[in-house]
């Protein structure tokens, strides 16, 4: 059960990291980040939460996934600033906003399986109360995951730790290496 539960939360938080990723967000991996519009915009936040091709996501649902990707950008923001209190303070206002809820459905012949939301809620919403709790949950270590920001320079992406020592720093492979290349450079020209 705790388990089924980690799991829930771990994917939800991977469908988190791509939203706030695609949608938000100045530099990526040492290179400005152009900012979304109009088509590039819906399709990059239906591609996120893994609407491709249904057609779910509208212009002002994509405009409402990027506001809460924001949101939960600059959670994860004052989490890496080590601001616990205000972090906390952003996130109890994001599951008040999102109506989270606990209550169980059942599609077509499936198990009873546990949701955040209400049944009459909207694609939008229901991503708005799953990811409130989920990242609420990582934050209270309720799960075995934290949720961080690049450590590089002119790069704000965030990323999933899976680490037991909670050591990632970087997004990728890509940032950790144009980070080690400066500091050589640095080293060799001090030298
Ligand atoms: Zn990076």
């Known amino acids: 059960m705790a388990d089924e539960l980690d799991g829930h939360h771990t994917m939800r938080l991977e469908a988190g990291v791509a ?5 938000t967000g100045n530099h990526v991996h040492g290179r400005p980040k152009p ?3 109009g088509r590039d915009l819906v399709r ?10 249904n057609g779910r996501v509208d212009l002002s649902g994509a405009e409402r996934l990027r506001n809460l990707a924001s949101r939960l950008r600059e ?11 205000e972090a906390a ?17 059942r599609h ?3 198990t009873w399986h546990l949701h955040f939301h209400g049944p009459e809620a909207d694609l939008v919403q229901q991503w708005t109360a799953g ?46 290496n144009r980070v ?6 640095a080293r060799r020209s001090g030298a």
Request: charged share 20%; glycine share 8%.
């Open 108 to 110: 077509g012949d499936q």
């Open 180 to 185: 080690k290349a400066a500091a050589y450079r």
């Open 131 to 176: 990811l409130a709790v989920s990242v609420a949950a990582a934050f209270g270590e309720q799960i075995p995951h934290r949720v961080g920001l690049c450590a590089a320079p002119r790069c704000d992406q965030v990323y999933i730790d899976a680490s037991q020592a909670r050591i990632k720093r970087f997004c990728g492979l890509a940032c950790q």
């Open 19 to 23: 939203l706030i990723n695609a949608l």
């Open 35 to 37: 900012a979304l519009g």
């Open 75 to 85: 959670i994860i923001e004052s989490l890496s600033r080590r601001e616990h209190d």
């Open 89 to 105: 303070g952003l996130l109890n206002r994001l599951l008040a906003d999102s109506r989270a809820r606990p209550s169980l459905h």
């Open 44 to 53: 990059a936040a239906a591609e996120a939460v893994g609407d491709t091709g």
